[in-house]
């Protein structure tokens, strides 16, 4: 979403279920960054050429977006900065459905700036920040007090708590994130990661491609304990566990988590609920970006992992829900930015439909 265009569509779209699902204790608590991406024009640089694209993102608050858009109640917790960013970032968020009694908002520091390089072909890497004013910015400063404020209220029905590593970048947000993972573990609340490895959140001079370092691995390796669902691209699978078998990383792990392991356009593999597969990946008509769209296979999966009963669950039920998650993904890659593009329900069963009737 631009930010030319949040606040309009804030008051023109926003509709009473959107509404009524924003008020409802959320069945999912996604917790971590809302920054913009700021996407250069294919094959330019976002910091010297022009048109560039300002759309608003985050892993995190890209997954509330996508399930809110399928139909899950849900909430973002995090920390915007007091400026044109933040205040449309929430306006989104409120305009989509998405509970935001979580979110805070840092009257010092800025939102983040995310410069993307787009290659022709739409791949993205991440360049580095823009709009620091000296003190860090407002994700680096996400509270632990006032989250524990909201707490009491999140969690009265949430089923699923989903993170990512960024917030152990830095000290503040590292401990409001781990305190909300220990909370939800005490509460039987599954904790979701989305490990969504980013070199240049730790330092910023860092190669976009680099792997984590000893220390990174230390700070990291706690959370990968405590998930009953991990979600890695397949570098991120290599970087952390050095296989990208998810049953051998699962085995590797102390609470053997489901564990999906996705590869751009190329083969998905998982092992969910003692079921294995794999298959490839769904191709979307056209590719403008890829921006979000792993975020929003995770927030198919989790939909589809609510709204399915574990006594439903079978090999067959499983590839179901991972081709679904899959078709949000390839849906996404078919716009501009992270949240625009996300489908609804019905988009992504049509989208199926089709692969289905031109494949019979």
Not at 76 to 83: A, K, P, V
Request: glycine share 10%.
């Amino acid at each position: 979403m631009s930010i030319s265009n949040a606040n309009a569509n804030a008051n023109a779209n926003a509709n009473a279920n959107a509404n009524a699902n924003a008020l409802l204790p959320p069945q999912v608590i996604c917790i971590g960054e809302a920054l913009l991406d700021r996407l250069g024009p294919l094959g330019g640089d976002p910091l010297r050429d022009n048109p560039v694209e300002d759309r608003l993102g985050g892993a995190p608050a890209n997954v509330a977006c996508g399930l809110a858009k399928l139909g899950t109640s849900v909430a973002f917790c995090g920390r915007l900065g007091n400026d044109a960013i933040g205040i449309s970032f929430k306006a989104l968020l409120e305009e989509s459905g998405v509970n935001v009694s979580g979110v805070q908002i840092d009257h010092v520091r800025p939102s983040r700036v995310v410069l993307i390089n787009r290659s022709e072909n739409g791949e993205r890497f991440f360049q580095g920040f823009s709009g620091d004013k000296g003190q860090g910015f407002a994700d680096q400063a996400f509270a632990l007090n006032p989250l524990q404020d909201a707490w009491p209220y999140l969690q009265q029905n949430a089923s699923w708590l989903l993170v990512g590593t960024i917030p152990l970048a830095n000290h503040m947000s590292s401990e409001t994130l781990l305190w909300s993972v220990d909370q939800a573990m005490q509460r039987g609340i599954s904790v979701a990661l989305d490990v969504n490895w980013r070199p240049m959140f730790w330092d910023v001079n860092s190669a976009f491609d680099s792997g984590p370092t000893n220390y990174v691995l230390k700070e990291i390796e706690p959370l990968l304990t405590k998930a009953s669902l991990l979600k890695l691209a397949k570098e991120e699978a290599m970087y952390f566990f050095k296989t990208d078998d998810p049953l051998v990383i699962s085995s590797s792990l102390p609470k053997h988590p489901d564990v999906v392991v996705t590869d751009g356009a190329n083969l998905l593999k998982w092992t969910i609920r003692g079921f294995d597969g794999e298959m490839a990946a769904l191709s979307p008509s056209l590719v403008m970006d890829t921006t979000g769209a792993g975020d929003a296979f995770t927030a198919g999966l989790l939909n589809q992992l609510l709204i399915t009963a574990d006594s439903n669950l079978s090999g067959k039920w499983i590839t179901s829900m991972i081709r679904f998650a899959a078709a949000c993904g390839a849906l996404v890659c078919q716009g501009a930015g992270a949240i625009d593009p996300q489908p609804s329900t019905l988009e992504v069963e049509e989208f199926l439909s089709g692969i289905e009737g031109g494949n019979s």
